[in-house]
C-alpha cells in the first residue's frame, strides 16, 4: 500500500514562507519523479515543481520559479517545498504526487497522490 502524507499547510500573509513536506511509504516501485501540484477552486491543476528520483535534477512552473525550491531527504522518504514571497495568488490546495515517470513538469505511466495540504495567502 502506497501513502503520501502531506503536511505544513497554513495561512500566512503575502510575502511570507511556508514549508511543505510530504512523507511516503509503501513501495513505490519503478518511480522516477516526484514533484507538488496545486489546484485551486474553479481552476485546472497545476504542476508546480518535479524533482528526479535518480539524478535529482528539478524543474519548477514559470509561475513559481526563483521562489519556490523542491527537495528531498532520502533517508526519511520525505518530500519538501519551500515556500518563499508567498504571493495570494498562490493559494491553493498543494498536492504531493509520486510518479512511475515524467518530462519536466509533465507526468505518465502510474501516479500516487496524497489528499492535499492547504495553503492560504493573505493580502
Known amino acids: 500500500q502506497v501513502q503520501l502524507v502531506e503536511s505544513g499547510g497554513g495561512s500566512v500573509q503575502a510575502g511570507g514562507s511556508l514549508r511543505l513536506s510530504c512523507a511516503a511509504s509503501?513501495?513505490?516501485?519503478?518511480?522516477?519523479?516526484m514533484g507538488w501540484f496545486r489546484q485551486a477552486p474553479g481552476k485546472e491543476r497545476e504542476a508546480v515543481a518535479t524533482?528526479?528520483?535518480?539524478?535529482?535534477?528539478?524543474y519548477y512552473g514559470d509561475s513559481v520559479k526563483g521562489r519556490f525550491t523542491i527537495s528531498r531527504d532520502n533517508a526519511k522518504n520525505t518530500l519538501y517545498l519551500q515556500m518563499n514571497g508567498l504571493k495570494p495568488e498562490d493559494t491553493a490546495m498543494y498536492t504531493c504526487?509520486?510518479?512511475?515517470?515524467?518530462?519536466?513538469?509533465?507526468?505518465?505511466?502510474?501516479?500516487?497522490w496524497g489528499k492535499g495540504t492547504l495553503v492560504t495567502i493573505s493580502s
Open positions: 504526487a509520486a510518479g512511475e515517470g515524467c518530462a519536466g513538469l509533465v507526468y505518465y505511466g502510474r501516479v500516487y
Open positions: 509503501g513501495n513505490i516501485g519503478g518511480g522516477s519523479c
Open positions: 524533482i528526479y528520483t535518480d539524478n535529482g535534477n528539478t
